[in-house]
């Protein structure tokens, strides 16, 4: 019933900057908690950043902290993930996750399909 998918993936080099979008297919997005992930072939999904539902609880995995930069628009049900001066070690395929916290819609877990951000060496 609900869905949400990535956009933004690509190719850059490293010290490059990417920014990723989430659509959110909901009814209202201050019902959901977001946050991106990212996995590489062979390691478990990680996660990256993480945003509460509106906005105000921000926390960032060590490893991208002061060059990630997550956020959201509730109004136009859209989250995003800044990536500044990126690494060869952030290659990976990043994944958008909404989960339901208020009581309609509490328990349901969304994820995107995914998309490659590639940061060649």
């Known amino acids: 019933q609900f869905q949400v998918e990535e956009s933004g993936g690509g190719l850059v080099q490293p010290g490059g900057s990417l920014r990723l979008s989430c659509t959110a297919s909901?009814?209202?997005?201050?019902?959901?908690?977001m946050s991106w992930h990212r996995q590489v072939p062979g390691k478990e999904r990680e996660l990256v950043a993480s945003i509460s539902r509106l906005g105000s609880n921000i926390e960032y995995a060590e490893s991208v902290k002061g060059r990630f930069t997550i956020s959201r628009d509730n109004d136009n049900k859209m989250m995003y993930l800044q990536m500044n001066n990126l690494k060869p070690e952030d290659t990976a395929v990043y994944y958008c996750?909404?989960?339901?916290?208020?009581?309609?819609?509490?328990?349901?877990?969304?994820w995107g399909r995914g998309t490659q951000v590639t940061v060649s060496t």
């Open positions: 996750r909404a989960e339901g916290i208020t009581p309609h819609v509490r328990g349901e877990i969304l």
């Open positions: 909901v009814w209202g997005a201050h019902d959901w908690a």
